[in-house]
């Protein structure tokens, strides 16, 4: 089938045209609350565990919309986008992120991450998190500077828009956009699989290997003795699908801090150290070193994540905060060392709003606090006011565009009784009909939106109201107005 290309698929609607969607939009005729859930027989993984929170959540939402869309969306990635199966002997699980049939390493991770507190009860979500470990594990020794992978680890890659960029493309790569979130998210997933479940099988010699080419690339990318091995470039009509500078990015004072060339949009950083992707990958990066001393006994892997954490964290001090404008200090959103910082906040995570949600920060922390007050106003130039909603975009998928992925972290990270429950009603009422999360959608037309089927959306919704059904319940138990 002739594959469209990215811009397009983006700007697909609900009609799904040349998609092949299955699932989501196959029950668009169907009546209003009606399930649009896919019949078991077609679903990707059953977890009964995740049945059970569907049914009991029943009594604690009290809001039947509210409920009817995490029915659809919660179960969404288990349903539509995970394939199992077996690999060199053990279990896989390739996790698709919707609408593209590739496996993102932030995506497939984000995905998967709320179905954690149910995994040492139920045998189903275990294999799952082997199985999804394992490929990520094989994909990291492909190519750590990859963002995105095909299912077949020999195939070139599927995606039309990537098949001439100019970058070292190996088989099994879909997309070799170097995002050092990528890999701080399987990072995540590991560690937050292993404490949840105690169980150690996914980490075995392979994934010390990955783990290990984790930390010499987020060495190279500090690039203090040269520019590193990665470069990329693509011919593009949009700017921000590729790199300046022989593909090198813009210039940089080396100063400890983490190269990303692209922001988890995406989409091409202007500078190139991203403060949000820097300030997680500390958390990875103590994250690896608590689990490979726990479970390997590897002092020495141990003591170099703890060593370029600290390094990190250091010249973020120096050079990740800028100015206010008002005698205070915010953190920026990229900077390059020289003192020059850019302010902006994008809806994809890690994003400055996000920071107390991956555990970078406490949301009471006073400089998170000023920085979230910045991000949600004007002085963010992608926070965008309509008559739907209120919320943060990004220049993925254009202006006037906003992301429920930002209503969801604003709520995650809010204690505020009356922000979360707008949160809630902007999110209740900006879904189109359709019973799920999009990509992005007009500020003033929720019927505008983007990818009917993202299934990082969908979960993270799902997490949303589990947080809530423990944190808050008492705002479920109102119905929506």
């Known amino acids: 089938m002739c594959m469209p290309n990215r811009r397009d698929v983006l700007t697909m609607a609900v009609a799904g045209v040349g998609m092949g969607l299955t699932g989501p939009l196959r029950a668009a005729g169907a009546p209003p609350l009606a399930s649009r859930r896919p019949a078991p027989a077609a679903r990707g993984c059953m977890s009964p565990a995740v049945e059970a929170v569907i049914r009991d959540a029943r009594a604690a939402i009290a809001d039947p919309e509210l409920y009817w869309l995490f029915q659809n969306c919660y179960p969404n990635t288990l349903d539509t986008t995970v394939s199992l199966g077996s690999l060199d002997g053990g279990p896989d699980a390739f996790v698709i992120t919707g609408d593209i049939p590739c ?11 709320p179905y954690l507190p149910l995994a040492r009860r139920d045998a189903a979500l275990r294999h799952l998190y082997q199985g999804l470990i394992r490929r990520q594990t094989r994909c990291i020794l492909i190519d750590p500077y990859a963002n995105a992978f095909s299912r077949d680890t020999d195939a070139a890659t599927p995606l039309s828009w990537a098949k001439e960029d100019m970058t070292e493309m190996k088989p099994g790569v879909a997309e070799r956009k170097w995002e050092v979130d990528s890999l701080c998210h399987v990072i995540r997933l ?11 099988v996914p980490f075995d010699a392979a994934w010390r290997q990955a783990m290990a080419q984790v930390v010499r690339t987020f060495r190279e990318q500090q690039r203090l003795d040269g520019p590193g091995p990665y470069r990329f470039q693509r011919a593009s009509e949009t700017p921000s699908d590729t790199l300046p500078l022989d593909g090198y990015g813009a ?19 202007v500078l190139p150290f991203l403060i949000p992707a820097n300030l997680f990958a500390v958390v990875s990066l ?13 002092a020495d892997l141990a003591t170099d994540c703890g060593a370029l954490a600290d390094t990190v964290v250091a010249a973020l001090a120096r050079h990740g905060r800028m100015a206010d404008g008002e005698g205070q200090e915010v953190w920026a959103y990229e900077v390059d060392g020289f003192g020059n910082a850019l302010f902006l906040d994008d809806a994809n995570v890690p994003s400055l709003l996000s920071l107390p949600y ?10 998170y606090r000023r920085t979230r007050q910045r991000v ?3 002085r963010n130039p992608y926070f965008f006011r309509g008559r739907a909603a209120e919320g943060v975009g990004g220049p993925h998928v254009g ?64 997490e949303l109201i589990l947080d809530l059904m423990a944190r808050k319940p008492a705002l479920l138990r109102q119905p929506l107005t």
């Open 358 to 367: 991956l555990g970078c920060c406490d949301a009471r922390d006073p400089l």
């Open 190 to 200: 590991s560690h937050g699989y292993w404490r949840a479940t105690g169980d150690t």
């Open 286 to 298: 103590r994250q690896l070193a608590d689990m490979t001393q726990a479970i390997h006994g590897d």
């Open 399 to 462: 202006l006037g565009m906003i992301w429920p992925m930002s209503l969801i972290v604003r709520a995650l990270t809010s204690d505020d009784d009356a922000e979360i429950r707008q949160c809630l009603v902007w999110l209740k009422g900006t879904h189109a009909g359709t019973g799920f999360m999009h990509e992005a959608f007009g500020q003033d037309d929720p019927g505008h939106f983007t990818r009917p089927w993202f299934a990082w959306a969908n979960s993270l919704f799902g």
């Open 103 to 113: 496996l993102w390493l932030r995506d497939s991770s984000a995905q998967v991450w």
């Open 376 to 378: 949600l106003s004007g």
């Open 251 to 269: 210039p940089t004072a080396k100063v400890g801090l983490i190269h990303s060339m692209f922001r988890p949009s995406d989409d091409a950083c």
